[in-house]
Structure formats: C-alpha cells, structure tokens
C-alpha cells in the first residue's frame, strides 16, 4: 500500500514527494506526463485530475492520498471527483491542501472552491487533515525581480498584513500528517491545520524587509489591486488574473491572519521553528 500524491510535480508537492521519500515511505506521483523528473524510488502514475479512468487506476492499492488542485478555473469538480474516486476505491487517509480564509473569503473562486471541498470532507465525515495555508513566501520569488531591479515591492497586499509561510514549512507539516496516518492502526479523526508562518508581514513590512537585506531603499507599490490584475493578465488567464485581483482585495481587507495558537501546534509538529520572512528574503539575496 502506498502513499498517493496529487500535485507532485508543484511548488509543494514536489517537497512532499521528496520528503516522503527521503523517510523509506511508498511513495506513487501523479503525474501528467511520463517523463517528469522524480526521486529514486518513487513509483509514477500518468494521469490527471480531469481524466476519472486516470484517477481509479492510480488510486487502486493506495492507502493514503495527498490532494492538492493547482489554481484552475474548474478546480472545484477536479477536487471533488478526486474524492469520489478516492471513497470508491477506500481510501481513508486523506491530506487535503485547502487555503486559510476558505470560508471568508466567499467572492474568491478559488477560496470558496477550495471551502466547497472542505464542506464535503466535513459533510461525509472524511478521515482527513485539512492544511489551511496563507500566503506563501514563494509568491514573492516571481517580484524579485522587481525588488531588485526597480527598488518596489509590487505586490498589494495592503497594511492589515499575512502570516506568510515558506513552502518548506508547508510541505514539511504535510509530510507529518501524512505519515502519521499512514502509520496509524485506523483511521484517524478529521483535523484542521492553519498553516502559518511566525510573523505577519504588511506592504510596508515585506519592502523593508527587503530594503535591509539588499542595503538600498524599496518602496511598497501601494493597494492598487486594478493595476496588479492588468499587469498579470499580461501573462496569465484573465479568469486567473481576476481571480487574484479578488484575492488581494480580500487580503486588504481581512489580513491573513491565523487563531491564537497555530504557530505553538506547528512548531510543536515539526520540532523546530517555523521560517520567518526575514530569514526567506535573506536567503534569495546575493551577497554584494
């Protein structure tokens, strides 16, 4: 019986691959196509979330499911079949990468389609963890170059400010909680995670984060979410780039903020402490 990870090939699941792997568990990827790199031992299955008879054949002898849906613009029936197809074939040991403020932000397609998934977990007493990330760190690789070149931080993410993950911290709670299921002698109960980072950063703190690693002046861009959609819609979906716009608009109203607590029960599950910005920045910054 192995371990099934949805999403094997992103930001995340590759993480999770490699850490399921480097601890000896049997580990399968989905993956769309046959010739995607993955670590020594680790089992390939072709298909897709879209593609049903892909999905029963990779989920048959599968003890325990990894689900994480990229961004797509019909990610909820995605998300849903893979469940389905995850109950037929009986499986009871569920990881599932949701978002944090699934269930606030309700204008957001892709929050409220990942709540849609949670609702289902819930509403069919699924034996899953639910992971709740807010923003992650990573996003921020992709502005850099902006940072550096142009000395502002573009993205809007307003003065109420997010408690920003590092993807390795992600990937390495998701590796936790599926090993813990996989090994448990019977299905555990359903968990929710809010996955956080130690500090929550604004606008204006993530540029000076910035400007003292790099040792010159950045500037935050400010809260213009209708110039963020049309710069990216430059290069992505429009459905996409609105979706994000809404995002942002979202995050500058509410923050992303996590319950009192969270980071104490991560760091506890981890045995160490969580990544902080600072220490994220500071690793992308060259030495002069």
Not at 46 to 69: C, E, I, K, P, Y
Not at 215 to 229: I, L, P, T
Not at 251 to 261: E, F, K, S
Request: hydrophobic content about 50%; aromatic content about 6%; charged content about 20%.
């Amino acid at each position: 019986m192995s371990i099934l990870v949805i999403g094997a090939t992103g930001t995340i699941g590759s993480l999770v691959v490699q850490g399921l792997a480097s601890q000896g568990a049997d580990v399968t990827a989905l993956v769309r196509k046959p010739e995607a790199a993955l670590p020594a031992g680790v089992k390939r299955a072709v298909g897709d979330l879209t593609n049903v008879a892909s999905l029963r054949q990779a989920m048959s002898g599968v003890r325990t499911l990894f689900l994480l849906n990229a961004l797509a613009a019909d990610e909820v029936t995605q998300s849903l079949q893979a469940l389905n197809v995850a109950r037929e074939a009986g499986i009871q040991r569920i990881v599932y990468l949701s978002v944090i403020n699934a269930d606030l932000y309700t204008d957001v397609p892709h929050f409220t389609g990942k709540y849609t998934v949670e609702r289902m977990i819930d509403s069919l007493d699924l034996p899953a963890t639910i992971l709740r990330p807010a923003y992650f760190m990573q996003n921020d690789v992709q502005i850099q170059p902006v940072v550096e070149n142009h000395g502002v931080f573009p993205m809007p993410i307003g003065a109420v400010g997010c408690a920003m993950v590092d993807a390795r911290d992600i990937a390495d709670i998701a590796v936790a909680e599926l090993l813990r299921r996989d090994r448990a002698p019977a299905p555990l109960p359903r968990l929710m995670l809010e996955v956080v980072g130690p500090e929550v950063v604004n606008g204006m703190q993530a540029a000076a984060i910035w400007s003292q690693a790099l040792g010159r002046d950045v500037h935050y861009a400010g809260d213009d979410v209708q110039a963020f959609e049309a710069q990216l819609a430059r290069h992505a979906p429009g459905w996409m780039a609105y979706d994000l716009r809404l995002m942002l608009s979202r995050i500058q109203q509410l923050g992303q903020l996590a319950q009192d607590g969270a980071e104490q029960k991560l760091e506890q599950l981890l045995g160490r402490p969580l990544r902080s910005y600072r220490s994220f920045v500071a690793e992308r910054v060259k030495p002069a």
